[in-house]
């Protein structure tokens, strides 16, 4: 299920070697991280081998629905959440504790990350991910292409609102493969239901927004962010793994240091999101650019610049959410930089780095644990994609 790096122990550090660009830290991060990826990667090839084998003895049709929900699972990421979770477990265990029975844990934490993108696809009607058809648009064209009857749009979306569901039940099933004690597994359950339930409550907030960005604002963006984005994935992750590790919530000190790290480098997480959502290179982010413009989204970057912006500034920016073009779009977000609100959203990610750096000084944690969640810190809120 796992490969040979992680297959009895908890993943081991490499020697630091030639820097990537002129940091050591992310070189060395990125080689650790690509082994706890291929582990998360195995367990779930494994586990929905299993599950999309028994769907398709219910009926032919549903092999073909549980190959794609499978696919939308597989489909290149980054794992940032099994990520968090795991250096959150080894902060406490150190390095000699065994990887396995911990690692269906980490793995659905991938799961549960596939059913918000599927759902959250379909509520922003997002035509790509990871550089590929969104499921609901796969799955429309799929519909087309047969010729069968229905509204083909309908249909995908109606089919994406199952994938995620699949999704989440499976994130459920394959969680309960952890070899852990039973109180021990029930307050990681625990731990996993209050993510579940800030993920929707922050998507809904998202939903809300867009709905009625004209009365919206800075902090109610962040609020997004905390929820939508920063629970889910970094802060409860660690937290998740805190608890696969036996730690009870009574731990003071470490609980509080993993919230506390764990808001400010999802937020900044998100704040990154923003500004890739309106800057980046759709060949490295697999996603247009502009996006956000072109519905008027209501985040911290857009709320930031009509705070900013001058009267005339402000008048131009109403035309974010209009549905604008190419050009108009390229030309709103020259706009949003003018103001200073780009500028500003970049010095909101780097308070949080260091905020997160500064909480993680006051846990007494295993030392690699802290090298790696130091370079995460960075990695994941200075990324192209």
Known sequence: MAN???????????????????????????????DLVTAVDDTLAAFLATEVGALTEIDAAMGGFATTARDCVLAAGKRVRPTFAYW?????????EPLPPVLPALAALELLHTFALVHDDVMD?????????????????????????????????????????????????????????????????????????????????????ESDAA?????????????????????????????????ATADAPLIAAYTRYGLAVGEAFQLCDDLLGVYGDPETTGKPAGDDLRTGKPTALLMLARQL?????????????????????????????????????????DDRVAEALAALGTATIDETARTALTGLATAATHRRS
């Open 88 to 96: 959150g477990w080894r902060g406490v265990v150190g390095g000699a």
């Open 215 to 247: 009365n919206w604002s800075v902090d109610r963006a962040l609020r997004v962010a905390r929820y939508k984005t920063a629970s889910y994935t970094v802060q409860r992750p660690l937290l998740f793994g805190a608890c696969l590790a036996g730690v």
């Open 125 to 209: 009607s997002s035509a790509t991910r990871r550089g590929r058809p969104t499921a609901h648009v796969a799955v429309a064209a799929q519909h087309a292409a047969a010729g069968h009857r229905g509204d083909s749009r309908r249909f995908g979306e109606a089919v994406a609102v199952l994938i995620g569901d699949l999704c989440m039940v499976w994130a459920d099933r394959l969680l309960s493969h952890a070899n852990l004690p039973p109180a021990r597994l029930f307050d990681v359950r625990r731990c996993y239901d209050q993510m579940r339930v800030e993920t929707v409550a922050g998507q809904y907030l998202d939903v809300l927004g």
């Open 4 to 34: 040979d790096a992680v297959a009895g122990n908890a993943l081991r550090v490499p020697p630091a070697g030639p820097a990537d660009g002129d940091d050591p830290v992310r070189a060395v991060l990125a080689a650790y991280t690509k």
């Open 309 to 349: 912006a001058t009267p005339t500034q402000r008048r131009a920016l109403e035309r974010a959410g209009t549905g604008a073009g190419e050009r108009e779009t390229t030309r709103l977000a020259e706009l949003v930089a003018d103001t200073g609100a780009v500028a500003r959203v970049e010095h909101m990610i």
